[in-house]
């Protein structure tokens, strides 16, 4: 066994022992033989078998990625699009002049960065896992706690904060502005060459809405390829819909119902203690919540969870399989209103290894 599923299993094993599961969820009809379950998945998403759903959860039926809209204060242009790209790698955003977007964000990882939590200004550590921005564009709210409606919001945000790029706004732009390379792109984005702060987030966010997943399996299958999944894949997409209750929050276009969950991993009132959507809201209902991401693409851009604790597919597989983690409230919690309570969509799903592999095999396929 591998080191990393090695410490995957221990942190399994550890939320389930001290934290607690939920009760098992019962059994679903199958059909008997690959040969049935490919014919049953040979057509259009509208016409696969039903999912498996829980109460209180918001379905949409899978689907391809529709164009990424934009507002109409700020259409995607071409020109707008090649200014945001050159200043999503433009080190001089922040204030060392030493990081860029694309330092928690590469291409080549996904447009995420591959580790727990990202390093930033002066090496600090961040609390949160980068996700990745490849699907970006469809985001109803962005950030794993939901602080930014638009990705014109968004694009300043990591600019400011002090252990990102810990930079002032007039700062850095005066600073974009001092560079007269930048005159001509900005005359051919914006019509003119001023450079101020609205144009800056205006230009990164439509750089981003020209983003989207690399081509896989998944989306070949949905664009009517049926045997553009394997047995094991094809396996995995029918438990992903039914007994693992995947479908729950990961459906639609994005496979994310685009809301917020507790999983149990707030880690509250302790030295990891993360409040989630909390901070946003200061909703009692909200504290350890976190936004459900899109999977697409997902075998690219771990970590996983919004604090980077999984390391392997693996992990989070078995994760959900014994219902998240239930932490118990101490006796200095008992009267304590802003205790969390863990999604009731989480329930223990009481899968087979083979299953779990199958799952694991769908996920990489996305």
């Not at 790209?85 to 030493?98: H, I, N, V, Y």
């Not at 700062?171 to 450079?195: E, L």
């Not at 496979?255 to 999983?263: A, P, R, Y």
């Not at 946003?280 to 771990?302: C, E, K, M």
């Amino acid at each position: 066994m591998k080191p990393a599923r090695d410490i995957t299993a221990f942190v399994v094993a550890v939320l389930a022992l001290h934290l607690g599961v939920g009760a098992a969820v019962s059994r679903v009809q199958t059909p008997s033989s690959d040969g049935e379950l490919r014919l049953a998945y040979a057509g259009a998403p509208q016409t696969w078998p039903r999912p498996l759903l829980q109460e209180g959860a918001t379905f949409a039926e899978f689907a391809p990625l529709p164009p990424a809209p934009a507002p109409a204060d700020n259409p995607t242009t071409p020109e707008k699009a090649a200014l945001g790209q050159r200043l999503f790698d433009e080190p001089k955003l922040s204030a060392s002049g030493q990081i860029a977007c694309a330092s928690c964000h590469a291409r080549e990882l996904g447009f995420a960065d591959g580790v727990r939590t990202s390093f930033g200004h002066d090496r600090q550590r961040g609390r949160r896992n980068a996700p990745s921005v490849a699907t970006a564009a469809w985001a109803t709210s962005l950030f794993w706690d939901g602080r930014a409606k638009t990705l014109e919001e968004q694009s300043l945000h990591p600019i400011v904060d002090a252990r990102e790029m810990a930079a002032d706004l007039p700062v850095v732009t005066a600073r974009i502005a001092a560079d007269p390379s930048y005159a001509a792109p900005f005359a051919q984005a914006f019509g003119s060459p001023q450079v101020t702060t609205d144009r800056i987030a205006k230009a990164l966010a439509a750089f981003q809405r020209t983003l989207k997943p690399r081509s896989s399996p998944y989306a070949r299958l949905l664009a009517g390829r049926s045997d553009a999944l394997n047995d094991q894949q094809l396996r995995g997409l029918h438990l992903f819909r039914t007994k693992a209750g995947c479908a729950n929050c990961h459906s639609g276009p994005l496979l994310s119902d685009q809301k917020f969950h507790n999983l149990g991993l707030s880690f509250y009132g302790r030295a990891r203690q993360d409040l989630g959507r909390y901070e946003v809201t200061a909703a009692p209902a909200d504290v350890g919540a976190f936004r459900t991401p899109s999977l697409l693409n997902i075998s690219r851009t771990g970590p996983w969870m919004h604090n980077g604790l999984f390391p392997t597919l693996e992990g989070v597989v078995a994760f959900y399989d014994v219902g998240g983690a239930r932490p118990r409230r101490q006796p200095e919690h008992a009267d304590d209103p802003l205790f969390p309570t863990t999604d009731a969509l989480l329930i223990k799903r009481d899968l087979s290894a083979e299953e779990r592999a199958d799952l694991v095999a769908f996920l990489e396929a996305l």
